[in-house]
């Protein structure tokens, strides 16, 4: 079966700017989790959707937000870019929930400049 | 608020060497526990998981972890490595019941020599 995929793979945005990531879940899966992933900090949660509804949330700023839509799929948004925002953003699908196993897509690289 | 430490940053080891990558957590409840790993260029994948029953779990390529409770510990181990196993581990918690945050160490780094 197909895979966690995320579009797009690579992204450089300017300070200030906003930015979309697309996360497409493994067929059946309902849960949704994103993590900012970078070499200082590691993986951090951010947050996890489940049937449309954040249920989960990481400690991260509100300029940091997602959605999912009817089919699973979701988005994350980071408005007003900081330099600091540059990492690779995972995107992780579950059955019910990352409690059991999540299957992870192979990330967005955002470079903020 | 749960953590997890992975004691071992870096990791160098000839083939045929044996490996244990420490991984400990702080959480006062049940937990479910992970190991991923992450090959060059690859996505993250599930090595191996302990939910419940026996401590001593077996995941894919020979690799097996054991969980201790009475010290928080989830160590990694593997007999004898390949030049393949070069990869990135992780150590994840995830409490098991209410809230499914998971926590993840800070990876370890494992490069083998053929």
């Known amino acids: 079966k197909a895979g966690v995929t995320q579009t797009p793979r690579y992204l450089i945005k300017t300070r200030g700017q906003q930015v979309t990531l697309s996360c497409s879940p493994i067929?059946?899966?309902?849960?949704v989790s994103w993590y900012q992933q970078t070499p200082g900090q590691g993986l951090q949660f951010l947050f996890e959707?489940?049937?449309?509804?954040?249920?989960n949330k990481g400690n991260f700023p509100g300029r940091f937000s997602g959605r999912q839509f009817s089919n699973s799929r979701s988005e994350m948004n980071v408005s007003t870019l900081e330099l600091g925002d540059s990492a690779l953003y995972l995107c992780?699908?579950?059955?019910?929930?990352?409690?059991?196993?999540?299957?992870f897509g192979q990330g967005t690289r955002l470079t903020v400049v | 608020a749960q953590s997890v430490s992975q004691h071992n940053h870096h990791v160098i080891l000839s083939e045929a060497a044996s490996l244990e990558l420490g991984c400990n957590y702080s959480?006062?409840?049940?937990?479910?526990l992970f190991w991923y790993v992450q090959y060059p260029g690859q996505h993250l994948q599930l090595l191996l998981k302990?939910?419940?029953?026996?401590?001593l779990v077996k995941g894919i390529k020979g690799f097996e972890a054991e969980f201790i409770k009475s010290k928080f510990s989830f160590n990694l181990r593997k007999p004898s490595v390949q030049w393949s196993d070069t990869a990135e581990y992780f150590c994840?918690?995830?409490?098991?019941?209410?809230?499914?945050?998971?926590?993840f160490g800070r990876g370890t780094s494992l490069i083998v020599h053929p």
């Open positions: 992780a699908s579950s059955l019910q929930d990352p409690g059991t196993e999540a299957f």
């Open positions: 067929s059946g899966h309902r849960s």
């Open positions: 959707y489940f049937s449309e509804t954040q249920r």
């Open positions: 959480y006062g409840g049940t937990v479910n």
């Open positions: 302990y939910f419940s029953g026996d401590p």
């Open positions: 994840a918690v995830v409490p098991s019941g209410g809230s499914y945050i998971p926590t």
